[in-house]
């Protein structure tokens, strides 16, 4: 069974800096698919950026990028010019592609704080 | 916003009750999946339904149903309740149940306590 694993359970960061949050994730499937997933106190979780594996490239949307290795079964959120806004719980999540049902795996979280 | 939406907020419930948490699916949607979250850990997947039918399912024991209605709204049906059955139990829908449109958009959950 798959398992990912957030070794992080808490990461500070001044407000404007940049912070990485880790992941890994232990598959034997050669295609999936990654998330990262916010959740604030309101406690909705929010898809933060999504990664397809057999894509090389690492997907990024604004502040947000990921470093994907996939030999190494890692998946790393980079958040840049940190804000405020982006004090949350974070989850590294995985799902296998070509179908079937078998719901995202998520890792147990880090808790963000973000410094003013 | 996701534009999925959950009832009741907040839930209490004694030991061996039973209860119904539903869910409104994003428009469009008709995957629609249930995850349940202890205190400080991630969601744990329980089931998923796809056109009214269950077609996948967690570890977990068989007093933890659902459905799927034709509008894709969906309900989860908890039996017996136990202790350990006090989390925030989530919903999210996904277009359909395969491709990397499979991407899901959560609720804002119900916190289930059971006494």
């Known amino acids: 069974a798959q398992t990912v694993t957030q070794s992080q359970p808490e990461m500070s960061v001044q407000e404007a800096e940049t912070v990485t949050l880790s992941c890994t994730y232990d598959?034997?499937?050669?295609?999936?698919?990654l998330f990262w997933y916010k959740q604030p106190p309101s406690r909705q979780m929010i898809l933060v950026i999504r990664?397809?594996?057999?894509?090389?490239q690492n997907a990024t949307e604004n502040r947000f990028s990921v470093n994907f290795q996939k030999a190494a079964k890692s998946f790393s959120l980079k958040i840049s010019d940190s804000q405020l806004g982006d004090a949350a719980m974070y989850f590294c999540?995985?799902?296998?592609?070509?179908?079937?049902?078998?719901?995202?795996?998520f890792g147990k979280g880090t808790h963000l704080i973000i410094q003013p | 916003e996701t534009g999925v939406t959950q009832s009741p907020t907040h839930l209490i419930k004694t030991r061996g009750q039973q209860v119904t948490l539903r869910c409104s699916s994003q428009?469009?949607?008709?995957?629609v999946s249930w995850y349940q979250q202890a205190l400080g850990q991630g969601p744990q997947f329980i089931f998923q339904?796809?056109?009214?039918?269950?077609?996948g399912r967690g570890n977990f024991p068989p007093r933890f149903s659902g459905l799927q209605f034709p509008n894709y709204s969906s309900e989860l049906n908890v039996n017996a309740l136990e202790l350990d059955d006090s989390a925030l139990y989530l919903c999210?829908?996904?277009?359909?149940?395969?491709?990397?449109?499979?991407?899901?958009?959560f609720g804002p959950g119900t916190r289930l306590t059971v006494l």
């Open positions: 999210a829908s996904s277009l359909n149940p395969s491709g990397f449109t499979d991407t899901q958009y």
């Open positions: 598959t034997s499937e050669s295609d999936y698919y």
């Open positions: 990664q397809e594996a057999y894509k090389q």
């Open positions: 999540a995985y799902k296998k592609s070509g179908g079937g049902a078998d719901g995202l795996t």
């Open positions: 428009s469009g949607h008709n995957t």
């Open positions: 339904y796809y056109r009214e039918e269950e077609n």
